[in-house]
């Protein structure tokens, strides 16, 4: 029984220093954490870790937004759905326009997120500047969650357009509403994530790597692009499913 209390008070007393040691690191040291608003020695490698202009650090991201800014054109414009039977299809096929549109923008958001969750944040494989500044210590790991977050900040901001353009699109009367068209989208948009980050971010500016640690780096980054055009195709061919039902509905009537 005495040595069950020894035990308690020896263990009440142990916690009690690791409380002390842990205040008196946050008080006498500023580096306790590697937060942006408090150290300033992070502030400072951030700022070092533009390895070349801003403008084509986010060229991925300029490039993708391009791409968004055009699909919601497509997306929120207004489609006439003539209803002369020699024009049908062609007219479907228009009014197939504004969801596939919405869902590629969510589907590239999606893929963002797909490949910022699973590769960037379970698997680890690489980070936004991991070929640049490798994260082999606290400060280097700081600066590429940092990328990492204006990364998942762009994915975030795509994902919710591309929830707003589905809302509008189920507002409107005139507009197929096909599973095919959104599932289709959605796999098409994530391909397109990937060919434009693939090969913009892995190929042309090498700021990483899909798997740094592989002693084949070029073998997943090309993986990545094929992968990529899979979806594409994927995507292709759930839309595709959608028009021989127009055609035989305008052989029947």
């Known amino acids: 029984m005495k040595k069950s209390e020894s035990f308690l008070i020896i263990s009440k007393h142990f916690v009690l220093i690791n409380k002390l040691l842990f205040i008196g690191l946050m008080l006498f040291t500023s580096n306790g954490y590697c937060c942006i608003n408090c150290n300033k020695e992070l502030q400072h490698a951030i700022s070092e870790s533009f390895?070349?202009?801003?403008?084509?650090?986010?060229?991925?991201?300029?490039?993708?937004?391009?791409?968004?800014?055009?699909?919601?054109?497509l997306s929120v414009r207004n489609y006439n759905v003539n209803s002369n039977p020699d024009f049908i299809v062609a007219s479907e096929k228009t009014a197939s326009i504004p969801l596939f549109a919405a869902a590629m923008v969510l589907g590239i958001g999606i893929g963002g997120f797909a490949d910022g969750i699973i590769l960037h944040q379970i698997l680890q494989w690489h980070e936004m500047l991991s070929n640049k500044f490798p994260p082999n210590t606290v400060l280097q790991k700081s600066v590429n969650m940092f990328w990492d977050g204006i990364f998942h900040l762009f994915t975030l901001?795509?994902?919710?357009?591309?929830?707003?353009?589905?809302?509008?699109?189920?507002?409107?009367?005139?507009?197929?509403?096909?599973?095919?068209l959104l599932v289709g989208g959605m796999l098409a948009g994530w391909g397109v994530f990937n060919l434009v980050e693939?090969?913009?971010?892995?190929?042309?500016?090498?700021?990483h790597n899909v798997r740094e640690i592989s002693t084949n780096k070029e073998l997943w980054n090309y993986g990545f692009l094929l992968f990529g055009i899979l979806l594409l195709l994927f995507g292709w061919l759930l839309v595709r499913k959608t028009f021989p039902i127009f055609k035989k509905w305008q052989l029947v009537n």
């Open 51 to 73: 390895y070349t202009n801003i403008f084509v650090m986010f060229s991925a991201f300029i490039v993708l937004s391009l791409i968004i800014t055009a699909l919601i054109y």
């Open 157 to 180: 901001l795509s994902t919710i357009v591309g929830i707003y353009l589905l809302w509008k699109v189920l507002r409107k009367s005139n507009v197929n509403s096909s599973g095919n």
């Open 198 to 207: 693939g090969i913009i971010n892995h190929q042309i500016l090498e700021m």
